[in-house]
């Protein structure tokens, strides 16, 4: 257990890359270059999430420690490190899901579109970032109230029917479900398969019109097809807002991410374009991680 030592230096080579990745250019899915079934293009990406600074403990323990990263639209960050390293913490700290945690309290700043999100109502916060978790979890409604809930819950419910089932047909088309489920909308979420389900939380999400995605560890109890469904929308998704995941699967963080950050102990290690992180990584730490000698 270690102690918060506000005097504490980080080992973070963040700035380095993040001002490399200042001047970033997306590639498309890692796989679907590979495959040839997609060329490499480049898109913009903008700022929309900062943190500085940022400290998070649980009572006394430390989960991360003074991390300064930012999130983009127009790209995938995966975040990743070994079990226990602060990853779900962070992402948890972004739309404040963490300070629902007993004992949990903050050091430094984080930003929405400039503004600090301690100045939000909680509520409009975790409309503008939503969360899609590891365990799919519809609610035990049909699949159309899976996400006519969404939008009722995020203050988004739109006064005539009609605009409310061309709302839920968008959210299901965004998260790729749609021509899956179009013949039953009323069909019970829960006889979905897995990965359905998992993509109906992400319609659900969708629905309220989120500028950042979270997604905690989303393929780990999914098959691998429904994996690669995942991976797929994530990257579609990314055109038009940023996303967020964690994984602790080197793999899917070479095929989905854009940027990767690698935490350890609690610490942001290195950060940078995934091809730099994940292939030349600076760090002694990151490098013997890439390389499996720990997990
Ligand atoms: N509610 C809590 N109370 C106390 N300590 C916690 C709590 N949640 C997490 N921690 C501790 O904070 C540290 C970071 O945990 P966190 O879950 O963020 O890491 P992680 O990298 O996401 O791990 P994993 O990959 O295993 O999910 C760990 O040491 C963990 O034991």
Redesign the pocket.
Known sequence: MRAIDPDAVPTVLVGESEQRQALSVRPTLASQVARGEAQETVRETVERMRTVELT?A??D????NRVSLTVRSGEVLA?I????????????SLNRLVEL????NRWGTITLDGADIYELEPTELRRRVTMVFQQPNPFPFSIFENVAYGLVEGGRRPKRGSELEQQVVTALKRAGLYEEVADDLGHPALRLSGGQQQRLCIARALAVEPEVLLL??PCSALDPISTEKIEQLMHELAREIAVVV?T?NLQQAWRVADRVAF?YL?DLVECGPAREVLENPQAPRTRDYVRGLFG
């Open positions: 998070i649980y009572g323990k430390v989960a991360v975040l490190g070994p079990s226990g390293c602060g990853k779900t913490t962070l992402l948890r945690t007993p004992g949990a905690d560890e964690v602790h935490m609690g």
